[in-house]
């Protein structure tokens, strides 16, 4: 399940914010802080047994429906003595009973709470599910990541297999009656298909297998595609995608070229500044930039935590109850051992985190 990659998103982003506040806040000047990342290697960060633990969370934001909702939710593991990242990619529609929801509204709930909420109460659940601590969490909406992926010039990405979504959602249109009568809408929403009683929702997307050119609007669609037919419709292909954009748009960020250009550094900065939630404090960012550097040929694996595919055989660690009152009346996914029982998910957590490449047991 587990796939060997390049350093990703995580640090590239962390480079590209932690450079450009820098550039700021010293006036353009480079000197000092490129002085400090090349004579300083002193790194002090949270951490435990040479271990750093970083949640990255991508919400829709902009006009979507529920904007603050994380559409991603990956729990990444650094391990700054073996060189080597594990990301763990986590099902936005796995129920908490705490939150009495999905864990992708944890963002939206303790941020209504107060300013800062969200990342806390969002690093709670994922703590109480992995059960390892979260030292630091990133947050970025998908119009900034667009805009990033755009003022890069776009990102090259090779398509694994050819696919078709005929049900990409289309934003500002999640509510629109398509020509139904409004007395026929309540009923109409339990149809059975969607697609065809609100087609005007939705959006047919086409990717070809080989290598493509992407720009941030198809890499949004690329990445966030959930109704792909066969294989590229399942959370674990749409991880391996995630993966795919994330060390493209690594390889763009992190190129010398765009390093060394002021206009590019402070274009990307106000790009990503108002796209970004963080509680990574302002003295962190010169050691997560130093991190980066020393983990630029890390060796990085991504394991996907989902239901599995009987089909195929592939084993999972979760499942999808019936939808009742007990869930809300949503189609939700909880562990296979039971609700609120986390001990498989992370005891196979922890078995990656020591020794790799874990094999789950059949599903019962």
Known sequence: MAKRKKLGFIFGLIVIVGLCFQVIIRSGSFGPFIYQILFNPTIELKKENNQINILLL?????????????????????????????????????????????????????ESKRRGGGIILAKAEVQKIVGQNVDYAILIDFNGFIKAVNLLGGIDISIERTFDD??????????DPCDNKPEDLEKLASASSQLETFP???????????????????????VRSRHAKGEEGTDFARSKRQEKVINAFKDKMLS????????????????????????????????????AQRLQKAKMRSVVIDYGNKETGRPGLLTH???SKEYNFEWTLIPR????????????INCELTKGNCIISQLP
């Open 321 to 323: 109850p019936l939808v």
């Open 256 to 291: 010398l070229q765009i390093i060394i250009n002021p206009a590019k550094v402070i274009g990307l900065y106000q790009t990503i500044e108002a796209s970004v939630d963080t509680d990574i404090i302002q003295n962190e960012f010169d050691d997560f930039i130093k991190l």
């Open 166 to 175: 005929y049900e990409y959602p289309i934003e500002g249109k999640e509510n």
């Open 337 to 348: 051992v039971g609700k609120d029982n986390y001990s498989e998910i992370q005891e196979y």
């Open 58 to 110: 991508g919400i829709a934001g902009g006009t979507h429906e529920g904007p603050s909702l994380t559409d991603s939710i990956i729990f990444a593991n650094v391990n700054t003595k073996n060189s080597a990242i594990t990301l763990f990619s986590l099902p936005r529609d796995m129920w908490s009973t705490d939150l009495k929801g999905r864990i992708n509204t944890a963002y939206a709930i303790g």
């Open 200 to 222: 005007c929702r939705y959006l047919h997307i086409h990717f070809d297998k080989g290598s493509t050119h992407m720009d941030g609007e198809t890499a949004l669609r690329y």
